[in-house]
Nanobody, 119 residues
């Protein structure tokens, strides 16, 4: 029903920036929530940021405490693309980042993209 393809990962020095993109295709009109998860080696997968349908002022966004003030999630509905702007990257941000979508029936996942912030 929904396909997700991430891009934009890479290797940067601590303090640098990256922007991840997630292109959605298929039955995209059924999606009511999208977000980013990450999983570091030996760690559990954790939610990084989530964006859901909001009111007339825009969508609602939520972030895990460790990335607040540094990461920004946004969505371009015309392009069916989700973004994660990551600034002031830290070594602890190093992980595989996964795009996520929820259509109310099941979850969808991208293939993951590696983000490495070196010290």
């Amino acid at each position: 029903q929904v396909q997700l393809v991430e891009s934009g990962g890479g290797l940067v020095q601590a303090g640098g920036s990256l922007r991840l993109s997630c292109a959605a295709s298929g039955s995209i009109l059924s999606i009511y929530a999208m977000g980013w998860y990450r999983q570091a080696p030996g760690k559990q997968r954790e939610l990084v940021a989530l964006i859901t349908t909001g009111d007339h002022r825009g969508d609602n966004t939520n972030y895990t405490d460790s990335v607040k003030g540094r990461f920004t999630v946004s969505k371009d509905n015309a392009k069916n693309t989700l973004y994660l702007q990551m600034d002031s990257l830290k070594p602890d941000d190093t992980a595989v980042y996964y795009c996520y979508a929820d259509d109310g029936t099941q979850d969808y996942w991208g293939q993951g993209t590696q983000v490495t912030a070196s010290s």
